[in-house]
């Protein structure tokens, strides 16, 4: 069973940065791909990026690229994901998943990913 627990959310304006930190409650975490999903108010919850075990891949959404960069550290076993440029459009709660899928390739389905944490709010003024 792996925990996982996300922190660095908040309320920023239209073009500062945040960075939020997802830990991970083993250190087989490290074994995981680790990603970023997040909800808005009145969507369904979307992905926003992931991570290879390794960190040697990446992956982000069309609407982050450029603008979001996501990385891990295993010795801590932690994953940031670094956000810049913030729109009010990335408002929403910011998930941290962890799960069997190589991560970094492509787009991932929620039922992918088996364990989750409960989530951070991002709101971004305009």
């Known amino acids: 069973q792996v925990q996982l627990e996300e922190s660095g959310g908040g309320l920023v304006q239209a073009g500062g940065s945040l960075t939020l930190s997802c830990a991970a409650s083993?250190?087989?975490?490290?074994?995981?791909?680790m990603g970023w999903f997040r909800q808005a108010p009145g969507k369904e919850r979307e992905f926003v990026a992931d991570?290879?075990?390794?960190?040697?891949?990446?992956y982000y959404a069309d609407s982050v690229k450029g603008r979001f960069t996501i990385s891990r550290d295993n010795a801590k076993n932690t994953v940031y994901l670094q956000m810049n440029s913030l729109k009010p459009e990335d408002t929403a709660v910011y998930y941290c998943?962890?799960?069997?899928?190589?991560?970094?390739?492509?787009?991932?389905?929620?039922?992918?990913?088996?364990?989750w944490g409960r989530g951070t709010q991002v709101t971004v003024s305009s």
């Open positions: 083993v250190r087989t975490a490290s074994r995981y791909a």
């Open positions: 991570i290879s075990w390794s960190g040697g891949r990446t």
């Open positions: 998943a962890a799960g069997t899928v190589v991560g970094g390739t492509r787009i991932a389905r929620e039922y992918e990913y088996a364990y």
